[in-house]
């Protein structure tokens, strides 16, 4: 058999794309169609462009095995077009040396992420969102690790959630970034510990009972230190070449590096990328980053002239691919227009995001709580954050007053807001501690954002670590969110209406600023809750409220408790008794007081009667 024969029989037997490693030596497959040759140089063969080339495939791809090389050493593809030569990265290399070093031939160890792990369902979870680089930093390092964050689980267990959002971890230009400037989209940051260091973050999440979500970045790549651009020599317009838009398309607000999405070996790119997350790390969800300037231009959906339809049907296709090989995987989108065909199922037409950002949940309740005067607080505004819903399901919106983007460009943590001067004074704590209520006890997906626990104040930057003597500083704060997040998930049992779809504002006093609704699953003892919040800064006694059944409804939370902060009033708030009589709606009502800025949480015992 000729060499090129057996070397075609090679193509054959061993699929996929990227650094495939083998038993004996690697594989290699990229796709370059316009380039006239194409080798693989690396340590193997001391970068010898002659020693490696490779053979070109149908469809613009081109193969080479390479027996000689091994796992850890470094590699790039040389390519030449026309009089051009020179060597770009591995788009699809798991691991790099650093965004502007060489792609590693590394083998995935999908093993290493753990056993099967059943995330918890999307009526359960608690997102806790996370930027590894400055989340755990230890004295003296530059930013933090997959490691020094393993180090904090059992804190994050502790506090109550079951869900870490990440921040991207694909690597990125430098060591500190937000990370949504990918520069090697499938590789794990180095400076974060690579994709060993992922590996063992997800099984030590997964030993904790905790789901991880990745978040993703499909709007644009890069824009520096992209080794994509004008990846096998050719371009359009000075454009970006075969991965990119090479017209007017190409603009986002990060750079002129929209994928094109409507060429089919950029949407596999991008739909194996998404698979690569699940299949090789573990993960249990993905979040997209502002997925509406994929179904858009600049951001104008709707809009004739602005609508991009190709990346509207890559977004269906590529959910419809995760949930079909992965069907408890959540996938949220960010795309902060409160379209309910974001969460659509695609067969009805929609994206098919699992769930979504609530812009109109975070805006007016920072809104309200950052608000000087009290006369000025808009409950009606509450009451329509509180409300709020998506295609008939509670869950297909994340809720939250604190995000990376919600607390920097130009904008601060929500205690700082209240009360720039000073975030620790008690005012500022008190009323961000009725947001973090309503985020736990508003029908949707509660989530937080680092630090937020225990009163992290400024804004968030990525050289900033989270100062962790805080969580003694603050530790009725801390307090807060674990008794909070132990009602939302029902360790109790007794208050499983927190977990269910129905939510009734039925109590709004615009004078005195209070604010009462029910919330329920099924309804009935140990299911039905009651939560009242005082907007106000003057205690409000004889609040009278209907609630659904007759007997004792006893106090399961009170904001105001000193066991929050010593200097919180402690005004009395106790269990009540229901009396029966219409009452807003209801057969029964009860009557308690609440300190300033404070809130409640009632419900009943399982199976409690009528006294």
């Not at 991965?243 to 089919?264: I, M």
Request: aromatic share 10%; charged share 25%.
């Amino acid at each position: 058999m000729s060499d090129r024969k057996a070397a075609l029989q090679k193509i054959k037997v061993i699929p996929g794309m990227g650094c495939m490693v083998q038993p004996k030596g690697a594989a290699f497959r990229v796709w370059a169609p316009h380039a006239d040759s194409v080798s693989v140089v690396g340590t193997f063969n001391k970068w010898d462009p002659q020693a490696c080339p490779m053979q070109r495939e149908e469809g613009g791809t081109w193969f080479a095995l390479v027996e000689e090389a091994e796992e850890g050493q470094g590699y790039l593809y040389h390519i030449r077009n026309g009089e051009k030569e020179f060597t770009r990265p591995d788009p699809r290399a798991r691991c790099m040396e650093n965004s502007i070093g060489n792609s590693l031939v590394w083998k995935s160890r999908r093993d290493a992420a753990g056993g099967e792990f059943t995330p918890p369902t999307m009526d359960e979870m608690i997102i806790y969102e996370m930027h590894i680089g400055s989340f755990h930093v230890h004295e003296g390092a530059a930013h933090g690790t997959f490691s020094t964050a393993i180090e904090k689980m059992d804190y994050l267990k502790d506090l109550g959630i079951n869900a870490i959002e990440l921040m991207p971890v694909a690597e990125f230009a430098g060591d500190m970034s937000w990370g949504y400037n990918p520069a090697c989209p499938y590789a794990i940051e180095s400076a974060y510990g690579g994709p060993e260091g992922l590996l063992a973050f997800v099984k030590a999440a997964h030993d904790h009972g905790i789901a991880v979500i990745m978040d993703v970045v499909y709007n644009h790549f890069g824009p520096s230190d992209l080794g994509l651009w004008q990846f096998d020599g050719w371009s359009e317009n000075e454009k970006g070449g075969i991965y990119f838009y090479n017209d007017q398309r190409s603009s986002t607000p990060w750079g002129d590096t929209r994928p094109d999405y409507g060429r089919g070996e950029v949407r596999s790119y991008i739909r194996d990328n998404a698979i690569m997350w699940f299949e090789e790390y573990g993960v249990d969800g993905l979040r997209w980053d502002m997925t509406v300037f994929i179904r858009s231009c600049q951001g104008n959906p709707g809009h004739p002239d602005d609508d991009l339809s190709e990346g509207w049907g890559l977004m269906q296709w590529v959910n419809d691919e995760i949930h079909a090989h992965y069907p408890q995987a959540i996938t949220i989108a960010e795309d902060l227009r409160d379209s309910e065909w974001m969460v659509k199922d695609t067969g009805a037409g929609g994206a098919g995001f699992r769930s979504q950002w609530n812009a109109d949940f975070v805006h007016p309740v920072r809104a309200v709580m950052i608000q000087a005067e009290d006369q000025h607080r808009n409950l009606e505004a509450l009451q329509s954050a509180l409300t709020c819903c998506f295609d008939g399901d509670a869950f297909k919106r994340v809720i939250y007053t604190e995000s990376h983007d919600e607390v920097a460009n130009g904008k601060a943590r929500l205690p700082s807001e209240i009360v720039p001067s000073d975030a620790s004074a008690l005012p500022a704590r008190q009323r961000a501690n009725l947001g973090a209520v309503m985020v736990y006890t508003a029908p949707g997906i509660p989530m937080i954002f680092q630090g937020q626990e225990f009163l992290t104040d400024e804004w968030f930057r990525d050289d900033v670590p989270l100062d962790w003597s805080r969580t003694e500083e603050f530790q009725g704060v801390v307090q807060i969110y674990r008794d909070l997040a132990k009602m939302r998930r029902n360790f109790e049992g007794c208050t499983a209406g927190l977990m269910g779809q129905n939510i009734h504002v039925h109590h709004v006093e615009h004078g005195r600023k209070v604010l009462g609704y029910r919330r329920w699953r099924e309804g009935g003892s140990g299911d039905d809750v009651i939560v009242i919040l005082n907007l106000g800064h003057q205690p409000a006694d004889d609040i009278r409220i209907g609630v659904p059944s007759s007997g004792l409804w006893r106090i399961r939370f009170h904001s105001d408790a000193q066991v929050y902060g010593g200097d919180l009033a402690g005004h009395p708030c106790v269990d009540a008794m229901a009396t029966e009589g219409d009452w807003e709606g209801h057969p029964f009502s009860i009557t308690l007081a609440l300190g300033s800025y404070a809130a409640a949480v009632l419900s009943q015992d399982p199976g409690e009667k009528a006294a």
